[in-house]
């Protein structure tokens, strides 16, 4: 436990930036992992509409070291940063930045923490193909760590917004060579899609609370030896994660991604190994109440 | 004790800025009054350059409430925020930022916390001619709020620089219509103002460690009767302070103003009187060692 009265010249801050921020469970994973490792760090959330604002004051700050980036920042942060990741670049969006004495260097861990959730589940990804159900932030995060490092067969996307799954399609296609196709959601499409699919990942919020008995996937399109990932994780099994493991199939909960993508954050706010279980387990506790 | 995994949404965010600022006190003794009130606040240092860019930052965040402004900052700062007390204007530094919403107010505690070290020692001002040595940032700071609300007769100003201390000295007659006369300081002009002066204040960083035993004011110039109260508190009890006890004469330490400041800052951050006891004995603690 840390005492606010030790709060030091060496206490490096951490926060997350977003509006709203105030339900956000960063603070209680990061500040417990903090505390599990005695690291002399804090992290608080801020509720923030000018990025460039807050930036210019972590970058002036010799102690503000670490933040999340997340709703609706996660496009305008890529303005304001010194240097961002090639990959990162290319998805659009990043949810971390550091600040490395004045420079700050942005990047993402929700691909990376995603692909996480899939390779600890036992999922194998090789030559596998996947259909990605949505094609917003997440799945353009996701869809493109999985093409450059899963070794997929293709990607087939679907999403309401026929311009938004064919430019992601598009993005796809130039940056990482993989075979990919795009269509717009439709009762037909997505039976289609469900019939040569490997892995589906779902990643709009269909399915969130408050209305957890929404799913975009009929139960009958459900075939054996599928894998399941919902980027939805309140409630920990969405109707479509229930359908599917009722269908007998594996299911990953985006949870996991959730988990994933504040160790690896972590692990670059502190250049320490995070205590991943503590942090899990703070989500757990928190999402159970 | 306030635990940092408790760390939330309300949680309110202050800090000092200042260049260096490892040494500050202000996190020891604000964090012991946020502590004492059970108030959800804690309270940095931070080290700055780009005074303009932890203003913007400052000004971004909803819970970053209150800083503390210190060496070399209390001019530049001025410059970036949104609204400043009319007194801290004429004074031309602030020592403390709220931040209102969004809205960033600057004002001085400094000359506040000064007076109220005089008044709190017994010292009666009204009438009396007052004596001060230097004519820097804190001596424009303790003497306009005297000259404004201390009824003195009148004061004397002496500096090694001519142009600091007569511009002092104009800014202070056209500003506050006190009777104000302004010298080089030599030994003559020295000992001059001493044979006038009630009250004199020592406001330049001479005696300070670890040069404790130097003193601008030949123990001989003193008179019975004068008080002495020296802005420098590291050590304790200067030389200066210990040739004026020596010779019988009533004397103010700096840490007095140091506390009064920080007090004042403190109500200002929280809205709540602040718990000075507790802030005193902090200070003292951290002198002591």
Request: proline letters at 3%; one cysteine or more; a negative charge.
């Amino acid at each position: 436990m840390k005492d606010s009265r030790t709060l030091n010249f060496n206490t490096r801050l951490c926060a997350v930036i977003g509006n709203p921020v105030s339900h956000s469970l960063s603070p209680a994973i990061h500040n417990a992992g903090f505390d599990a490792l005695g690291l002399d760090y804090i992290y608080l959330p801020c509720q923030v509409e000018d990025v460039a604002g807050v930036l210019a004051g972590m970058r002036a700050m010799h102690n503000f070291r670490g933040m999340s980036v997340t709703i609706p920042h996660k496009i305008e942060a890529m303005k304001h940063v010194d240097e961002i990741h090639d990959a990162d670049r290319t998805i659009g969006s990043i949810n971390t930045i550091i600040n490395d004495n004045g420079r700050l260097i942005g990047l993402g861990t929700d691909g990376p923490g995603a692909m996480k959730a899939l390779v600890d589940a036992g999922v194998d990804l090789a030559e596998r193909q996947l259909l990605m159900i949505g094609a917003g932030g997440a799945a353009r995060a996701i869809s493109f760590t999985l093409a450059l490092k899963a070794g997929l067969a293709g990607m087939e996307l679907l999403d309401i917004d026929q311009a938004v799954v064919q430019g992601l399609a598009g993005d796809l296609a130039r940056h990482t060579g993989i075979s990919v196709s795009a269509e717009v959601m439709s009762d037909s499409a997505l039976a289609d899609a469900m019939s040569r699919a490997d892995i589906i990942i779902h990643s709009t919020p269909v399915g969130m609370r408050p209305k957890v008995e929404a799913s975009l996937v009929p139960a009958e399109l459900f075939r054996a030896g599928q894998v399941v990932f919902d980027v939805v994780y309140t409630p920990l099994e969405t109707k479509l994660l229930r359908d599917a493991r009722t269908a007998g199939l594996q299911t990953v909960s985006g949870v996991e991604m959730f988990i994933n993508q504040a160790v690896l954050q972590f692990e670059q706010f502190t250049g320490q190994k995070a205590p991943a279980e503590v942090m899990r387990q703070v989500v757990m506790e928190h999402l159970a109440t």
